[in-house]
């Protein structure tokens, strides 16, 4: 008996550099330094506290690898997602600017978080489009640093999510359209009435703020080289929505470990791979559709412009993993000791790597062996708890 059915489809990446060191230009979208930064302003957040990084031995034991490395962001800050490093970063980021361009001092976290320049932070109004977690994490921001925030959402999105975004102060929009067009409109009415669009996605013309709300997913990532302490995995798999996650991800271990860089495996669901549709045409290509799966925080039809610049020399390795795989794998998690919390999109990555280890061909194809130490992040918990109720009851 398998441990998790699953259909996979696999595409290798011809634009690949395995054998390279960073990039030096992929330093100006991220690099260690500024992930040290971020990393030390988040820590003086209330409440910070490094989340765990589980060995899930029994589970490598059973597929026959040597190590799986799960980095748990089910409990972040209360908010139950790694997002909630990445938006709530940038408001910060974006309010010490305007602060400092009205006073001509510079501001410091402390200054935000006590509330220094709440006079001119009252004023600003913050925005974006998100299909949860990343609005969640800037409303969360937006109440904790003292400013409005308006947050637009697609049809999709569960009455559970909204009601999270709006108990935090947030106002928040539903549109009839896909979270492509959502995105679109939070941009168009930004411009309209001077608001901050402080999106995860970035796309021409706008790059600046989805950089920082990718320095802010690196504190995941400082936190889990330390914990494996002088364990460099072999192979890491990410979920991947627009792609920011994967790419900050990749390019932190590329810069760290460079030519020991892990093997680097993007996974999406398969009605929404504009990742892997891209890899295989070379360019952005987006996916139309409904882009309809239950890994809500993955249905996205268009790449991050600045993930893709990462990931196309970057990324190994794109895969596809089916629906039937994320309700079993929640399951998994539940049933492992100690029981983890895994919501829908939180298992895609570790799903694959089930998934892909169980099948011979895919193994050889990805170069997964009993000597393969996999890292993969559980990006959230019940986010969404009655989805995860029904899901887990099935
Ligand atoms: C829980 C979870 N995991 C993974 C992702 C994927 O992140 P990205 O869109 O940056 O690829 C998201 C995006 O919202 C998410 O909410």
Redesign the pocket.
Same mark, same amino acid.
């Given at each position: 008996m398998p441990v998790l059915q699953a259909t996979l489809s696999h595409f290798a990446n011809p634009a690949a550099r395995p054998g390279d060191s960073y990039p030096p230009s992929l330093g100006d979208i991220t690099n260690l330094d500024k992930a040290a930064q971020a990393r030390a302003d988040i820590s003086r957040w209330p409440d910070y506290q490094p989340s765990p990084l589980h060995r899930l031995q029994q589970l490598a034991a059973q597929i026959d690898v040597a190590e799986i490395f799960y980095k748990d *962001?089910s409990e972040r800050f209360g908010l139950k997602?790694?997002?909630a490093l990445g938006g709530a970063y940038a408001v910060a980021r974006q309010l010490q600017d305007k602060i400092q361009q009205q006073t001509g001092a510079a501001v410091t976290i402390d200054d935000l978080t006590s509330g220094r320049y709440r006079s001119i932070v009252q004023d600003i109004v913050i925005s974006c489009a /998100?299909?949860?977690?990343?609005g969640r994490s800037v409303a969360w921001g937006c109440q904790m640093f003292g400013c409005d925030c308006i947050i637009y959402v697609h049809r999709d999105v569960s009455a559970g999510r909204m009601q999270a975004m709006q108990a935090l102060g947030a106002e928040v929009i539903r549109i009839d359209g896909n979270y492509d067009a959502s995105v679109k409109l939070a941009d168009s009415e930004a411009v309209a009435h001077g608001r901050i669009i402080v999106s995860? /996605?970035s796309y021409p013309g706008y790059t600046a703020i989805p950089k920082d709300v !990718?320095l802010g997913?690196t504190v995941m990532l400082a936190e889990a080289v330390e914990q494996m302490g002088a364990s460099i995995p072999t192979h890491v798999f990410i979920?991947?929505?627009?792609?920011? &996650? !994967?790419? #900050?991800v990749c390019a932190y271990f590329w810069e760290l470990w460079g030519t020991k860089r892990p093997r680097f495996i993007v996974v999406e669901p398969e009605q929404a791979n504009c990742l892997q549709q891209s890899a295989a045409r070379g360019e952005p290509v987006t996916v139309s559709g409904d882009l309809e799966t239950l890994? !809500?925080? &993955?249905s996205?039809g268009e790449v991050?412009l600045l #993930?893709w610049e990462i990931l196309k020399p970057g990324a190994d390795d794109f895969l596809t993993i089916s629906e039937d795989a994320v309700p079993a794998c929640m399951k998994l998690l539940l049933q492992s000791q100690p029981p983890i919390e895994a919501?829908e999109? #939180?298992v895609?990555g570790l799903g694959a790597a089930i998934a892909a280890r169980e099948d011979a061909e895919m193994s050889r194809k990805l170069g997964l062996d009993s000597c393969s130490r996999i890292f993969v992040?559980g /990006? *959230?918990g019940a /986010?969404d708890p009655e989805l995860y109720q029904r899901l887990i009851s099935q």
């Amino acid at each position: 008996m398998p441990v998790l059915q699953a259909t996979l489809s696999h595409f290798a990446n011809p634009a690949a550099r395995p054998g390279d060191s960073y990039p030096p230009s992929l330093g100006d979208i991220t690099n260690l330094d500024k992930a040290a930064q971020a990393r030390a302003d988040i820590s003086r957040w209330p409440d910070y506290q490094p989340s765990p990084l589980h060995r899930l031995q029994q589970l490598a034991a059973q597929i026959d690898v040597a190590e799986i490395f799960y980095k748990d *962001e089910s409990e972040r800050f209360g908010l139950k997602s790694f997002k909630a490093l990445g938006g709530a970063y940038a408001v910060a980021r974006q309010l010490q600017d305007k602060i400092q361009q009205q006073t001509g001092a510079a501001v410091t976290i402390d200054d935000l978080t006590s509330g220094r320049y709440r006079s001119i932070v009252q004023d600003i109004v913050i925005s974006c489009a /998100t299909d949860g977690n990343h609005g969640r994490s800037v409303a969360w921001g937006c109440q904790m640093f003292g400013c409005d925030c308006i947050i637009y959402v697609h049809r999709d999105v569960s009455a559970g999510r909204m009601q999270a975004m709006q108990a935090l102060g947030a106002e928040v929009i539903r549109i009839d359209g896909n979270y492509d067009a959502s995105v679109k409109l939070a941009d168009s009415e930004a411009v309209a009435h001077g608001r901050i669009i402080v999106s995860d /996605t970035s796309y021409p013309g706008y790059t600046a703020i989805p950089k920082d709300v !990718a320095l802010g997913y690196t504190v995941m990532l400082a936190e889990a080289v330390e914990q494996m302490g002088a364990s460099i995995p072999t192979h890491v798999f990410i979920q991947a929505g627009v792609g920011g &996650l !994967a790419a #900050a991800v990749c390019a932190y271990f590329w810069e760290l470990w460079g030519t020991k860089r892990p093997r680097f495996i993007v996974v999406e669901p398969e009605q929404a791979n504009c990742l892997q549709q891209s890899a295989a045409r070379g360019e952005p290509v987006t996916v139309s559709g409904d882009l309809e799966t239950l890994m !809500a925080g &993955l249905s996205c039809g268009e790449v991050s412009l600045l #993930a893709w610049e990462i990931l196309k020399p970057g990324a190994d390795d794109f895969l596809t993993i089916s629906e039937d795989a994320v309700p079993a794998c929640m399951k998994l998690l539940l049933q492992s000791q100690p029981p983890i919390e895994a919501g829908e999109s #939180a298992v895609a990555g570790l799903g694959a790597a089930i998934a892909a280890r169980e099948d011979a061909e895919m193994s050889r194809k990805l170069g997964l062996d009993s000597c393969s130490r996999i890292f993969v992040i559980g /990006t *959230e918990g019940a /986010t969404d708890p009655e989805l995860y109720q029904r899901l887990i009851s099935q």
